[in-house]
């Protein structure tokens, strides 16, 4: 009798295991629904492009010379964003022509997805002279400059749904950060 008993105690218990297993099996628990996602805002840029600054001299001084903007230009970058233009300029002061060194310093910034230059200083033959008193002899320099280096830029991003979004310089690189 004490064998029956187990066995029908053994049955019944097999019968509770079996019957729970099989309840979930075909009810499983419920899922937790996921939250909806908040995307994270991201600061950093879909693409960054990181140039070498002595590349991006160079091809900055071969632009410069196509446009006739100056001769025997050199390019140098520094932070904060600061392109300098080292160059030989002929004027004449009084009738006498002159040979003099000059160097224009311009700040680097994005707006509306376009590259703006803004004359910084300009030194000539090492004295500092306002950019308002050469504003006529600089600007349309600074204004080709500025449109040659969109229209590169602009042409290089065709069909790319990408937009210049920051630009950082230092003395080694040249940073650009790109978004949709």
């Not at 004490?2 to 053994?10: A, D, N, P, R």
């Not at 729970?20 to 909806?36: D, E, G, R």
């Not at 001084?61 to 932070?79: S, Y």
Request: charged share 15%.
């Amino acid at each position: 009798m004490k064998t029956i008993s187990v066995g029908c105690l053994g049955l019944v218990i097999g019968l509770i295991v079996g019957a729970a297993l099989v309840y979930l099996a075909l009810y499983p628990a419920p899922k937790p629904t996921p939250s909806a996602a908040v995307p994270i805002a991201s600061t950093r840029p879909e693409l960054a492009i990181n140039v070498n600054a002595s590349y991006a001299a160079s091809q900055i001084q071969q632009v410069i010379r196509q446009g006739g903007l100056a001769k025997n230009a050199t390019t140098t970058f520094g932070p904060p964003n600061l392109i300098r233009v080292a160059t030989t300029v002929d004027v004449s002061v009084l009738g006498v022509p002159l040979s003099v060194n000059a160097t224009i310093a311009m700040r680097v910034t994005v707006q509306k997805a376009r590259i703006v230059l803004t004359t910084d200083s300009v030194d000539a033959g090492g004295f500092a002279i306002s950019p308002s008193l050469v504003n006529s002899t600089v600007e349309p320099g600074r204004v080709q400059a500025e449109e040659e280096i969109n229209r590169v830029v602009q042409r290089a991003l065709q069909g790319y749904n990408l937009r210049i979004s920051n630009i950082r310089m230092t003395a080694e690189d040249l940073n650009i950060e790109l978004s949709q």
